[in-house]
């Protein structure tokens, strides 16, 4: 019936959440074991340490569970840099790309930018400097032929039509 079709989709998408926000748990803890292990060796304050992930994650919103698309959940990333006396604490909120890490890391470390580099340091964010935020950032959904540019007010989505999107 109509009602038991809903149920079970409305079990489903629990389901997909729980095992998400599991998921989050388990890094989360595993993130505190390393930051403890480092603190026990007397390393804490000398180790720059980078998380992030390659997505985000739509969790119901636009009717989806996934991070195969181009809505902001999904390409909302997290990246957290802790280096104790050398970066804030803080929250920004501008456009920053994947390609920004490796020139950031090698700034702070200070080491010799590579010999080609696509992204800029994010370091004067670390130290609460102003810097001029991005006015566009680029994705890609390779499988689906899928490419997206962000500005602050808009996006673009290119698909190549080559393949069924999903």
Partial sequence: TRARKMLAECLQRQGIAAAYYTSVRYLDRNIGRVLAKLRQLNLEDDTLVVYLADHGYCLGQHGRFEKH???DPAMHVPLIIRYPGRVRQGVVSDM????????TILDLLGVDPLPVLHGRTLR???EAKKIAPRDHIFSQYLENEEVFLRTDRWKYTYCSGRRKRT
Avoid: M, Q
């Fill in 69 to 71: 698309c181009g809505y």
């Fill in 96 to 103: 920053t790309e994947h390609i920004d890490v490796a020139p």
């Fill in 124 to 126: 004067p964010y670390l």
